[in-house]
């Protein structure tokens, strides 16, 4: 019997499972793969170099599934901001209409899609924020707890508070994000309100990954303790895999004085970070990944991964109805 929730009914998927936006990894095979695996793929709009090519990307990705999958903007603070309302009319004009919006001040792009009919994501990291997309209109809302891969917020609060806050606060449906790698994780989001879950590291480590087999097999090797915060004294904080070069940075971070940006910025380039899924030499630079590095053990396809989150989500879910035993067999047995 499969999950229905107010997500898989929106989106018109089988399994409540999200692949939220990817920077150098969401690309059209890894998202296919998700649609075609009962989920919703996402693209990350910016991993493309300009809007054009992001029309070529979904372009790609309706070639490979039929089914919809979504298009990630990302609003980073920026001193040359990207493009953002050309990707964004790129994909409404290539016929996307579901979007994940993730970042600063998203109102100006969630009243151009929601003035075009699409279904917006979008994620925030508290509640604050998350009321104010909720004024503003989005469709539902994808809580990153502070567990995630990238940008958790300031706030430090673990995804089993923040969204049994969401369930006190918010009336749209959300979904839980950051943390989520299992069907445990997804029969735990459902107990806490949740229509379905969001997912990015647990991804990055699937056959359909574009990312180099030996940073799959470093995830597998990982625990959950090989994460670490940078930017921690900037106040943008990211979460991001523990190796020399997020090291040193903390390093620098903590030194008397601390740093400013300007002085971290060779190490933390965007450039390098690409570089590490290229060559598959995870000390190469930054990449973001979860504290869900612990929990993943093998590299599955999309469709085996999604498949087995719904049988072992199912039968969390019917497990725990059989606790659920008449008043007359507990005095019996007493
Ligand atoms: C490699 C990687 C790159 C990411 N890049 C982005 C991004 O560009 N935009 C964004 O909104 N979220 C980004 N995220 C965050 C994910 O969309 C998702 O919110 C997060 O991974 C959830 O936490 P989890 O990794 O514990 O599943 C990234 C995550 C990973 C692992």
Known sequence: ???????????????PVVQGGMQWVGLPKLVAAVSNAGGLGILTALTQPDPHALR????????????????????????????????????LEEGVRI?????NNPAPLVKLFKSQGCIVIHKCTNIRHAKAGERMGVDVLSID??????????????????LARAAQELKIPYIA??????GRGLAAALALGAAGVNMGTRFVCTVESPVHQNIKDKIVASTERDTI???RTLHNTARVFRNKVSEEVVALERRPGGAKFEELRELVSGQRGRKVYELGDPDYGIWSAGVTVGLIKDCPTCAELLSRMESDAERIIEGMARMRVREEDVKAKL
């Open 56 to 91: 070529a990307a979904i372009r790609e990705t309706r070639t490979l599934t039929p089914h919809n999958f979504g298009v990630n903007i990302t609003l980073l603070p920026s001193i040359n901001p990207p493009d953002y309302e050309g990707y964004a009319r790129a994909a």
């Open 99 to 103: 979007f994940e919006t993730a970042g």
């Open 177 to 182: 994000s950051g943390g989520i790698a299992d």
């Open 229 to 231: 915060h940078i930017f």
């Open 1 to 15: 019997m499969p999950l229905v929730t107010p997500l898989t009914k929106l989106l018109g998927i089988r399994v």
């Open 145 to 162: 707890g502070f567990e995630c891969a990238g940008h958790p917020g300031e706030d430090d609060i673990g995804g089993l508070v923040l």
